[in-house]
């Protein structure tokens, strides 16, 4: 694009920098508090946080049954397409789990808009909110907004105690630097603009499903 | 007394017919028992507002410093920052980058900051189509209104009345077989079709942002619809607009800034979706805009923070727990106040926005029972600033002269203990001989103002000095 014609913007860099010169008091330097409560145990947090965010989190052992319980949650899903991230692991649990309805690989492009579910992997998993961290790498940005159900495949080993933690493990991993989107995702999409009265499905999905397996591969 | 203060009073006078005062409480209260579930899932709730008020301190006072640091990897992405000195300057570069690239229909995401610079009127100006996506922030534009409350823009609707409106504006929309057409179920559904349209088809996505992270090069937005991720996954443009003030330093920060935004808000533990974007789409990724561009907003903030005593003003996260803490804000209403901020923070920052003497009113919007500084999440004394409005409405800002007479004559009497004596003793007598004459509540008697809605307090026979001296011969 045109270089952009920005005068204003070295008159309003000169306007701080003579407001800083003003010193305003500084706060009294504080002990580092204890904000948060410490999580023991990630996976009963986790599961107990989704349950409060009216989101689903089904537990496996391996990759293997978390195909089976992706099927059993696909034939009640009307049928259409799915979008699944192109990832091997994904490959491998679509071709035992779905069946009698078209695929769309993320590597084809981004989601349509009519898709019925989208399946993609995660980041990292937040315990102590229930959460999980996506990116552009997980099937685009739209992947795990467009359609009405989210189905998340996670191993056990992703589970980060709480959001300080899975921040700067994102950074360590430079998670930030490699995707130009990231999203820390709370149950499913919802609303209480009319009257406070909470309803799920506002603009993105109304379902939020967590695969958990304890070993992934 | 200026136009804004008249309307300001009129419109306060009025706001009982207006808006149900019912239909604010009961969101309020809602609001009250969520937060205070919230706040009580923090160990250190206290040490949480210290720790975001420390993080947005330390970003406003090397300001220049992370706007920088900010652009810089905005640019390194292939995104764009245009900094606006004025609200004209940041319209315009919206307004003429939509013409530039053919955009015909806008989806834009909730941000005061877009309302504090009128830009969707800017926009349908040019003749493009502009579609508020976050569902209250549509339901007002529907009703051509302006937000009622930062975060809960339909706060004052029930859901008959956005059933009504629905009825009329989204016919195409609605279910026609519902048997319960008020069920917000149903009203959300209507809404969810309308507005998919409209992301579908748009060209640009306009957002606001929560925080501009400098470390990464990030703009933070929240949301729970998840209108936000749809209006910057789909259309070919993404634009976000955000005033200088957003800045924070680091990734990490979010870890406290998220929950505690999310508490104060709604009091949630954290909001659904919780956004980081820092270019266009990548060469190696699936989806998003071929354009990403950042408008930074002045719009008078450098003159807030060339003030050392009201700087820490721009630490606001705006998450309106200052609204709906304030009896004056729940008694008048968010529409009364006729400013884009409302509330105690309205209050103080409207002043320095647009003019003190044309806003000085609004520093008298208050009881000072401190409610809003007690809430605040990042420990914004709001109720002092308001003081602080008030005095430096005294020495800059046009006061009638009868004001400036009177606060002379009280000086100078103060200021003498024989003539504080003589005055007291004066309006001891007078009053007595006035109140004896049947003539308390009239238009002679000066505590009438007082007493128009209290009793009159009983007129004692001496002065506290007398009486002083007396215990002290006891």
Redesign the interface.
Known sequence: ?EQ?D?P??E???S??????T????Q?AA?QA?????PVFDPLARFQK?CT?NVAECILTPDSDATAENLRSLLQRIPSGEVYVQDAPVLRRIAEKSISGRPIRW?SE??PN?ASQATITLAESLVAS?G?VLVA??D????????APVHIVVAGQDQLEP???A???H??ERGL??R???????????????????L?L?????RRLVVLLAQHLD | MSTAAREFLLAASNSATLTPRE?IR??IE??EAAAQRGRSR???W???R??C??IK?EAL????KY??EFEQRVKA?GG?V????TAE?ARRYVADLAMQRGVKTVVKSKSMVAEEIHLTPALEKQGMRVFE????EF?VQLRDEPPYHIV???MH???AD?AKLFTEKLADFMTPDATVKDD??Q???AA?RA??RA??SAEMGITGANFLVAD?G?VAITT????D??G???PRVHVAIAG?EKVVPR??N???L??VLATAG?GQ??????????????AN????PE??HVV?L?NGR??L??D??Q??VLQCIRCGACLNACPVFRTVGGHAYGTTYSGPIGSVLTPHLRGLNEFQHLSYASSLCGACTSVCPVKIDLHHHLLQNRRNAVHSADRPWLERAAFKLWRWNMMGSHRFATAGWLGRNALSVLYALGLGGSALDPLRPWTKYRAAPAIPKKSFRASWRKRGAD
């Open positions: 694009m952009i920005n204003g913007r008159r309003i860099l306007r701080i920098r003579s407001a800083l003003k010193p305003a008091p706060h504080m508090a204890q904000i948060f409560a946080e409060d993320s492009g981004p808009e909110t959460s552009s790498c099937g685009g940005r739209a992947a795990s907004v467009i709480d959001l300080d899975a921040l700067t994102a950074r930030a630097a995707n130009s989107f990231l999203c820390l995702i709370t149950g499913s999409s919802r609303t209480a603009d009319i009257e406070k009265i309803v499905g506002a603009h993105g999905p | 239909t009961r969101s809602h609001y923090f160990l250190d206290e040490g949480a210290r720790k008020s420390e301190w006072n090397h300001l220049d706007l920088l992405r764009h245009f900094w606006a000195e300057d996506t976050d569902l209250g339901i809960t823009p339909a609707l029930t859901r956005i917000p179920a009203l959300v559904a969810r507005l998919r992301f579908v990464c990030m729970n619809e998840g209108n991720r749809l910057t996954a789909l200088i990734l990490e979010l870890g406290t998220w929950p709604t533990q954290i909001t659904c979706y919780n956004t980081l974007i820092g270019g266009p789409r990548a990724e699936v989806d998003g354009e990403f930074l002045d450098s003159e923070l060339a050392p005593e700087r820490e």
